[in-house]
């Protein structure tokens, strides 16, 4: 489960954290996930980061980098997260039009390829980056 995203410092070509638990009784391991925002129509960007794994019940912290050929969308785009992250909604965008999609890779039993890949609208998707964390460590 990724629950927190550092959004600080420059959008494109960013170098960013992400916190991850792992709630289950088996180790978790993933090849890549990431995540691409498309707003009315255009990808903003993607967020990918490499691969990891984590123990039983256990949290912690992944690199990833957000990379964007449109510099002056991704940063207003990222405005809005900081803005809704921090329970103001300061910047012009409207929710109703960001999609998000997420994909995670990882192997079964360490060898079967498989992703996992879900679409947020943009209230899922700010819904889901808000919740409080629900590592059980």
Partial sequence: ????CDWSSDVCSSDLTTNVCNNSDLPATFSQYSFTMIYDGDDLGTYSTGSGGLNPHSDGIVFGKFESKD???SALFFSFLDTEMGGTDVTRINKDKII???KLDTAILGVVPFSITEQYSGQEFLDL???KPSCDV
Avoid: A, G, H, L
Avoid at 1 to 4: A, K, L, N, R, V
């Fill in 1 to 4: 489960e990724i629950y927190q």
């Fill in 71 to 73: 510099d002056r969308m």
């Fill in 129 to 131: 980056i808000n919740k």
């Fill in 100 to 102: 998000v999609i997420t």
